[in-house]
């Protein structure tokens, strides 16, 4: 298996209706084709984790990278594992405006969380911890497509 991490910028296209859509369309597709992960995102960036088989993965990213609902996709990690870390979710959403921000200044040491200032084990190390503090938020979005 894969876990792939990427950040990216939104376009002006992309609207809370478009992250309404993506969100359904994420959860319908990757429950099918085996893929599990979380995506965060904010007003101006996503930062997100796929995980699952790397055939599959790698046909997603290349769709994700065609998608004009943002722009800049750039590769944090690309890695083989063994497990799942976000396995309980076809896509998990969390948006920056509800994480800790003391979490998020201590990741890039500034007010402004910037994904792109990320390795990829520090934006895996990232996303470890705000899922965990945001379990139970996660847990709740599980079957339900309200952007929280
Ligand atoms: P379709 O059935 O053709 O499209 C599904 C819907 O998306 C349609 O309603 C279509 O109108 C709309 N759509 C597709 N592309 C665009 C576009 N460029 N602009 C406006 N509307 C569009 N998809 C996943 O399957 N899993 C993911 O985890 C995932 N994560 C994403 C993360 C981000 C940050 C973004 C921007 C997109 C993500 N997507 C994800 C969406 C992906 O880019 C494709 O749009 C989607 O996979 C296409 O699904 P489909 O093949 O079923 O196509």
């Given at each position: 298996?894969?876990?792939?991490?990427?950040?990216?910028?939104?376009?002006?296209t992309?609207?809370?209706?478009?992250?309404?859509?993506?969100?359904q369309?994420?959860?319908?597709n990757?429950?099918?084709?085996?893929?599990t992960?979380?995506?965060?995102?904010?007003?101006?960036?996503?930062?997100?984790?796929?995980?699952?088989?790397?055939?599959?993965?790698n046909?997603?990213?290349?769709?994700?990278?065609?998608?004009?609902?943002?722009?800049?996709?750039?590769?944090l990690?690309?890695a083989?594992?063994?497990?799942?870390t976000?396995?309980?979710?076809?896509?998990?959403?969390?948006?920056?405006?509800?994480?800790?921000?003391?979490?998020?200044?201590?990741?890039?040491?500034?007010?402004?969380?910037?994904?792109?200032?990320?390795?990829?084990?520090?934006?895996?190390?990232?996303?470890?911890?705000?899922?965990?503090?945001?379990k139970?938020?996660?847990?709740?979005?599980?079957?339900?497509?309200?952007?929280?």
């Amino acid at each position: 298996m894969i876990r792939l991490i990427y950040a990216s910028r939104m376009t002006e296209t992309c609207e809370m209706e478009s992250l309404q859509e993506i969100l359904q369309v994420s959860r319908k597709n990757n429950s099918a084709a085996n893929i599990t992960g979380v995506l965060i995102y904010d007003p101006s960036f996503f930062l997100q984790c796929l995980e699952g088989p790397k055939e599959v993965v790698n046909k997603l990213y290349q769709k994700v990278l065609a998608d004009d609902r943002h722009k800049d996709e750039t590769l944090l990690e690309y890695a083989n594992i063994q497990e799942r870390t976000f396995g309980n979710w076809t896509m998990g959403l969390l948006r920056t405006a509800n994480l800790d921000q003391d979490t998020l200044k201590s990741y890039t040491g500034s007010n402004q969380f910037d994904p792109y200032k990320l390795s990829g084990e520090r934006a895996m190390h990232f996303l470890v911890t705000v899922v965990a503090q945001e379990k139970k938020r996660l847990d709740e979005q599980c079957s339900d497509l309200v952007v929280g």
